[in-house]
């Protein structure tokens, strides 16, 4: 038994030989050219845009559970510092007041956040926020995933 793995393709038919499968493979070619100048010029395809993000900024959706609409959060530099600074800006807490940030992903588990963590979040990513009081001004807050 002789083993042409990559020397000659195999007939597809019993009896063909190479020569007929080049001729009806150039046949098979020049009947779809034919067919494509047929149906007139072809539309050119142009490739998807990539959308290219800063790396000094972070873009996240956040909204409390009880609102409808989205609030954008820029979080430059992507810090503890620059959530704090977005939350001050959007629900009027002072970044003084915030004692945690805690991020609960969507297997339920609750981290306490650093710079690490918010430095890896990728733009657009959506979240619910949640505010608990555990002082007079003192605020733990949590972003959940969705």
Do not use: W
Not at 30 to 50: C, F, H, Q, Y
């Amino acid at each position: 038994m002789e083993l042409s793995l990559y020397t000659t393709p195999p007939p597809s038919h019993p009896g063909t030989t190479e020569e007929q499968l080049i001729e009806s493979e150039s046949r098979d070619k020049s009947d779809e050219s034919s067919a494509n100048s047929d149906l007139g010029p072809r539309p050119l395809v142009t490739a998807k845009r990539i959308k290219l993000f800063p790396a000094d900024r972070v873009l996240l959706y956040v909204r409390q559970e009880d609102e409808e609409i989205f609030h954008t959060f820029h979080i430059v530099p992507p810090s503890l510092a620059g959530l704090a600074t977005a939350v001050q800006s959007k629900y009027q807490i002072s970044k003084q007041n915030i004692r945690h940030f805690y991020k609960r992903c969507k297997k339920g588990i609750t981290v306490h956040m650093d710079d690490e963590i918010t430095q890896h979040y990728s733009n657009e990513d959506a979240f619910i926020i949640e505010f608990k009081q555990v002082d007079n001004d003192l605020f733990d807050i949590t972003l959940v995933e969705l």
